[in-house]
């Protein structure tokens, strides 16, 4: 069975830091997408960071500078650090996989998702 395991969420003051561990399981995903989308309540889920192979990443404009995607291929695991949370980036994050290596920012084109995990950051 093929599936995406996240870790590290939690509640945090404006201003610290979380990371974010997903590990895949069933599939070796190597030098495959794989990212970190977030879904607020009321809100579409949104791109934050996507990594192929540890070379090519993305991030939305919203997160960069405070958030780093990385990945270690030997575990098949992918993180994110999250440094300077903003209330605003309350939400529950979710880990997600696509078979190829073209790395985007966009939900739809990701078969795989973890179930998520809540980041709750307060002012």
């Known amino acids: 069975q093929v599936q995406l395991v996240e870790s590290g969420g939690g509640s945090v003051q404006a201003g610290g830091s979380l990371r974010l561990s997903c590990a895949a399981s069933?599939?070796?995903?190597?030098?495959?997408?794989m990212g970190w989308f977030r879904q607020a309540p009321g809100k579409e889920r949104e791109g934050v960071a996507v990594?192929?192979?540890?070379?090519?990443?993305y991030y939305a404009d919203s997160v960069k500078g405070r958030f780093t995607i990385s990945r270690d291929n030997a575990k098949d695991t992918v993180y994110l650090q999250m440094n300077s949370l903003k209330p605003e980036d309350t939400a529950m994050y979710y880990c997600?996989?696509?078979?190829?290596?073209?790395?985007?920012?966009?939900?739809?084109?990701?078969?795989?998702w973890g179930q998520g995990t809540q980041v709750t950051v307060s002012s």
């Open positions: 069933g599939y070796t995903y190597g030098s495959n997408c």
């Open positions: 990594i192929n192979g540890g070379i090519t990443t």
């Open positions: 997600a996989a696509r078979r190829s290596v073209s790395c985007v920012l966009l939900p739809r084109l990701f078969g795989l």
